[in-house]
């Protein structure tokens, strides 16, 4: 953990050293995903079952290896502890209420010169969502890319997810039950991105595919992006805390953990203007690190990228937060509105000391897939638009072409395109 | 040209044929650009000026070489003869009207549960514009680049263009001076694309980067995906024209060279029931071809490229329109609007037979970038959206966290993770 105070002279410095740190796998598996998404355009299935047999040490012989059904997902369901299924019932809901709220409006409409415009949103035919194996096999994150595929319309949702050793998590099964997925494949890694992406003999191309993943199944993604649409190419989760001294430390402490916990490369940032809060705080995270079954990987993540920064007065943290463009930002502070409307860059807000960042990750309902590495400078979290394209459409009227289409003819001659300008004169005689 | 019909048996095969031809260039140009992109991220302004006098012909010496000021801009404007300054004027006025009626709204509201939910758009801080030198420096494109993003609300505003061997096109300049560019640096190519995602010493970085252009700069945009913010990365343009036989079959076959024209590798597809109506747009193409400045290149690419389909009934062209998901589709029949409904995929639709394509390239009001080679499947013309991005926002209240806060610590507790589950916790005792 580094501390940080914008008072002390070598302050800009070492908070520039944070904002461009690299924390994503140098791991170069740009090669090797080449490789295997190249196979598997070539070879399909047989491709997919040998790549199968060797990461993830699971048969593809019968269909029952290749495909779990409908049936197993429904029984996953029944068979939950019912506080659980409650549990998981409540974040669909909640998350499918808040895309549904979400969806874009098309327009259609005349203007001055009576030309008519419009755009028209339509789902993709097919989503592919890729689900983790191991222990990022997380059934919340199935719902929130699941659900609002569903909401956008998308007809065909495909599931797929490594099983290894043919360990199958019933979680993950249930959430797919509740999303109503259609498909569920038990492959993983690159190769299964590969697989939707292009299509094989048995399992049909989609047309986005969403989900995160490893280094490789990241890549891949990023790979195929133009060949299928894709959600942001995820990097290692972070949360910036903003709070001030009149928070009990123990609550902030567990907020920074709920980031540190996830994995070693993970990052938690506090922004304090009170020096004997940040102490309590780096207490109260030690304290509590020694009681999660979670402690080595937290801190691990806590001791490598953790960061105080103690601020001279709270107005400095939002130009450090627009900086940082973290993924999740909490602003654990008296009227958070004021200090919001400074942050520009950030994936997910959460206002007022009531709000810790878990309580979107499951059931608040927003979306949990949200740029991380700095990206939310330019990019959203996960929405029903990343299932959605628009059709832009024009009608023009005889008064319509007679008032803009002269103009398009000078334009198309100067730009030495004579056809585009024949096209508009012969419809003007 | 080919002509196919429906009513062939060989035809399924055939137009699976038209639609997985790959059109786009097969040169492996990955490595170059990788080259290119890390000499340029290592070595900055030094790297730039060395691969502008051997690509471009063109030294980086003095300021002048480097930038061009907006006096510059502004001399060119006001030296455009009349008509074309009003065109030009005409197009960015109602390209700025219709992409201001598509600015998104916030959301902000308070649920059942007593939870406050919302998201907050905001534009990016900086945007770069690749703008093409040679046959394909259009300023209508600087237009549909750069007033989305001032639109959108974007504060830095900049273009990079090639000035092959120091030559500028005045019509580029005013066409900046009108969409209120604030920097225009004279380098082009992949080196373009790497300086303004990196940042060099002149060149502050931005945070998306979008434009045409060749090869070289559409790999270097996809391999920077995720470093910034890119538009889709575009192949050849295309377009499909559905036309009965009241047309008249010159005006058809100018719009099906009117994309012809363009580029060798692009094409036009026009789909009829009327056979003997194919027939004269063939012989109108051929006649028309002759007279253009562009004939070389549109013989080349209507002689390739080009596709005559003749259906049994208009009602088989909306499956054959969706397997084609085209850049732009005409539908020039009576009451268009019946078939329109059954269009899912296509980047801009052209209602009516009053309604060339041309007109939405220059003065129509929506954006003609548009998506390429089928991507239309999941992907959008480029809008203000591409130039913002939404944070979600939560705030809970007691009543809200008690409401849903024991679900997310069940979720929590069930996927492994209890720093998640204590940060709940302790807000509900």
Known sequence: MRRLNTADDGFEKAFARVVDQRRETADDVAQDVRGILGTVRMRGDAALAEYTARFDHHD???PDDWRIEAGACEQAYAELDAELRDALDLAAARIRDYHTAQLPEDRDYTDDAGVRLGAKWTAVDAAGLYV?????????????????ARVAGVERLVVVTPTPHGKINPLVLAAAHIAGVDELWRIGGAQAVGAVAYG???IARVDVVTGPGNAWVAEAKRQLYGVVGIDMVAGPSEILVVADGANDPDWIAADLLSQAEHDPTSQSILITDDAKFADQVEDCVDLQTSTLSTAKIARESWNANGVIIVVRDMAEAPALANRLAAEHVELAIDGPEAMFAHIRHAGSVFLGRNTP???GDYVAGPNHVLPTGRRARFASGLSVLDFMKRTSFISVSDEGLAAI?????TLARAEGLPAH????ELRLK
Do not use: C, F, H, Q
Not at 134 to 143: D, E, M
Not at 421 to 424: E, N, Q, Y
């Open 132 to 148: 983790p194996g191991g222990r990022a096999a997380y059934p919340s994150s199935l719902l929130m890319n699941a659900i609002p």
């Open 357 to 359: 960042e878990a309580i």
């Open 421 to 424: 300008a024949k096209s508009v």
């Open 200 to 202: 094989t003999d048995r």
């Open 405 to 409: 289409g002269p103009a398009a003819v």
């Open 60 to 62: 593809l012989a019968t």
